[in-house]
């Protein structure tokens, strides 16, 4: 049991650049979610989903995309990249209505 | 508009020391007040509080939620080093899992 895993865990892009962020969970877990962390800033919410084929915007979702074609995979699409983006991504998952989040390790993302 | 405010940013305290972190919120449709660590890396669960005046308790910490004057405490008793880190608080809304965590408490505990 794997839990939630992300990949790359360090990644650098130049601007204009596109990359996709992996996150994949093997707890059969409903909801999935992306936060960025800047430092002050704690984390925030870009994108969630709770369930397949279901996605929706969270607090900051300019810049980036998502889908969810299975319960396990949720990947995060930068579309072109820039410096702002720069920061720590969380990929986190739960039950359904449960609020105990269960947290990937990371992906340190520069974008230069 | 729903907001979540942690108190104090930071502190600096003696190994040995009990420490009391704050969490107030002001949120529409509030439905669960949870509390995370976090060191260098993921942040980790602690405490989810539903229900007002229940204290929830794990070895040295223990949290409580007051849902009439809309704060919630953690306390940590009897510090150790391993307790340095950031302390999250969140809430939850609705139905839905979608957590809003506030900026954090930093703590430092030193020897």
């Known amino acids: 049991n794997a839990g939630v895993t992300q990949t790359p865990k360090f990644q650098v892009l130049k601007t204009g650049q596109s990359m996709t962020l992996q996150c994949a969970q093997d707890?059969?877990?409903?909801?999935m979610s992306w936060y960025r962390q800047d430092p002050g800033m704690g984390l925030r919410l870009i994108h969630y989903?709770?369930?397949?084929?279901?996605?929706d915007q969270g607090e900051v979702p300019n810049g980036y995309n998502v889908s969810r074609s299975t319960t396990e995979d949720f990947p995060l699409r930068l579309l072109s990249a820039a410096p702002s983006q720069t920061s720590v991504y969380f990929c986190?998952?739960?039950?359904?209505?449960?609020?105990?989040?269960?947290f990937g390790p990371g992906t340190r993302l520069t974008v230069l | 508009e729903d907001k979540v405010v942690q108190s104090p940013l930071s502190l600096v305290v003696h190994e040995g020391d009990t420490v009391t972190l704050n969490c107030s919120y002001e949120?529409?449709?509030?439905?669960?007040l949870l509390w995370y660590k976090q060191e260098k890396k993921a942040p980790t669960f602690l405490f989810m509080l539903?229900?007002?005046?229940i204290e929830k308790k794990s070895g040295r910490l223990s949290s409580i939620l007051d849902k009439k004057e809309l704060f919630s405490i953690l306390n940590i008793t009897a510090t150790q080093t391993g307790d340095s880190a950031v302390y999250l608080c969140?809430?939850?809304?609705?139905?839905?899992?979608?957590?809003?965590f506030g900026t954090g408490t930093r703590l430092q505990v030193t020897l």
């Open positions: 707890m059969n877990h409903e909801y």
């Open positions: 986190a998952s739960s039950k359904p209505s449960s609020g105990e989040q269960f």
């Open positions: 969140a809430y939850i809304t609705g139905t839905a899992s979608k957590l809003t």
């Open positions: 989903s709770v369930g397949a084929g279901i996605t």
């Open positions: 539903t229900s007002s005046g």
């Open positions: 949120v529409t449709n509030f439905r669960s």
